[in-house]
């Protein structure tokens, strides 16, 4: 009897400890690279422009900013200045929803962007 108990109370403490991996534990943090150096790497807070493209707009500008769902970036810079980019990220235009590149960053993807010409 007693062992029917203990077989019983260990599948239990399994069966926690296995839903705690499935739905708690989310695994050690995956280190950014160049972070082993000891350097800052580029994310979407440290404003590396072209990061933000990649992460934010080549789903519809395409990966050489060609064009694709959206128009085409790969020359922006000759038809609208940075202060309309920064407006057209921010509040959007025809099928471009507003508000996809936020804070600091539309500064950053604007200027990077008006120098494509």
Do not use: R
């Not at 943090?29 to 972070?35: F, I, L, M, T, V």
């Not at 933000?52 to 060609?66: A, M, N, P, R, Y």
């Not at 769902?69 to 020359?75: E, Q, T, Y």
Request: glycine share 12%.
């Amino acid at each position: 009897m007693k062992k029917t108990y203990m077989v019983t109370g260990f599948n239990i403490v399994l069966a926690v400890c296995l839903v705690f991996l499935l739905f708690v534990y989310e695994g050690p943090k995956k280190s950014q690279p160049g972070s082993a150096k000891g350097t800052e790497t580029a994310s979407a807070s440290a404003g590396n422009a072209e990061d933000l493209v990649e992460k934010s707009c080549i789903t519809c500008h395409g990966d050489q900013l060609q064009g694709g769902a959206g128009p085409a970036l790969s020359k922006i810079g000759a038809n609208y200045n940075q202060s309309e980019i920064e407006n057209i990220i921010k509040n959007g235009k025809n099928g471009m929803p507003g508000g996809i590149i936020s804070g600091e960053d539309v500064a950053v993807v604007a200027k990077w962007l008006s120098e494509k010409k």
